[in-house]
């Protein structure tokens, strides 16, 4: 085999760098808490807003319909992705805490699930209600023991209109695909 050119060596490793750096795992447009075990994928094309840096880290809101920050101070009127996380020490089931979760709409219950949308690796519940204005809030919920009577509640909330509910709802799938739930090594599963 003949020996190989300089310039074509050096040429194979600035690729090579390239394609490293080009698979990691995790990007800057990964959401990530250590603390309740969750990350999950930023849809492309899609806003993250930014978090008070002195808050605890309670979940991530993403926009849907604008790449602008000014619509993370008024998510009520724009189209968005939430996730919320949080711990409690009620002793309710997974059953319960979805119900509680899902009365918001005029009907006062949620409305069946779409096919297919759950948190995966873990029991989970959805379902969707209309609310004023137009607006539909599909939620889907988990839950995980924490240990010492403490659970943790994973709460993904879309909150989208009739017309953009076919897209919304294909960055909500891409985005539940890819999350990951690892709660403290004492959880093992929700009732």
């Not at 968005?80 to 006062?108: I, K, M, W, Y």
């Not at 009739?162 to 909500?172: I, P, Q, W």
Request: net charge neutral; proline share 9%.
């Amino acid at each position: 085999m003949p020996p190989v050119p300089a310039s074509r060596l050096v040429q194979m490793l600035i690729l090579s760098a390239i394609l490293v750096v080009g698979a990691r795992p995790a990007s800057a447009r990964d959401y990530r808490n250590s603390v309740f075990g969750l990350s999950a994928p930023l849809p492309d094309g899609l806003h993250l807003c930014p978090q008070d840096p002195g808050d605890e880290d309670h979940g991530m809101d993403i926009l849907m319909n604008s790449r602008a920050r000014e619509g993370c101070d008024d998510l009520e009127t724009h189209r968005n992705l939430d996730l919320f996380v949080g711990v409690e020490s009620l002793e309710r089931t997974l059953d319960q805490v979805f119900a509680d979760e899902c009365v918001e709409g005029p009907h006062g219950r949620c409305l069946p699930p779409y096919a297919g949308l759950r948190i995966r690796g873990w029991p989970s519940r959805s379902g969707w209600t209309f609310q004023p204005g137009g607006w539909v809030n599909i939620r889907i919920v988990a839950r995980a023991p924490k240990g010492d009577g403490q659970w943790i509640n994973y709460i993904f909330t879309l909150h989208t209109t009739r017309k953009a509910l076919k897209a919304d709802l294909a960055a909500l799938r891409a985005t539940l695909s890819r999350a990951t739930i690892r709660p403290p090594p004492q959880a093992q599963s929700a009732p």
